[in-house]
């Protein structure tokens, strides 16, 4: 077994930690509303929810009035993704081997269900879920796909913490 190196050489994993600390707080803002069942569809004076119709009222249908399936989706990311970005935040700070197989699992699940479900849904879908602002939602959306597939490759081999990438 390899030496981890110090987290000053894995710059990428602090580039992770950053991101991934950004996701845990956009899953509360963003996830956690529709989960609840949170009426956003008009502008509000409560930030969270302002936040949310800002974003959602001219790019994000399916986001703005979420069917049940597209509700437990968001509530993956609110109450499942959310506590495991803590987990992975940690673990990429420490240098934490054990998270390679979370991680990978994570990647996995996220890319495929924002890659295939969201984004399939919001551009072939349903002319009523179809974004009318796809730049605005490819702004806000891609990184939900591309960093976990970024993570996905950082974790592709053993003892991820001994490399810098």
Known sequence: MSANLPLRERRIDVFFAVVFSAFTITSLIADLMPTLGFDFSEPSDNFILNANHWYAHDTDPLFM??????????GLSALVY???????????LRGRNWIQLPAVIYATMISTITGIIV???????????????????????????????????????????????
């Open 82 to 92: 959310m506590p495991f970005y803590v987990v992975l935040v940690y673990a990429l």
């Open 65 to 74: 009035d979420p069917p049940v399936w597209m509700r437990i989706v968001t």
């Open 119 to 165: 984004f399939g849904v919001e551009f072939f879908g349903e002319p009523q879920w179809q974004t009318p602002n796809p730049a605005k939602f490819l702004a806000f959306n891609l990184p939900y796909v591309l960093l976990p597939l970024l993570l996905l490759v950082r974790m592709r081999k053993p003892e991820p913490f001994t490399r810098r990438f």
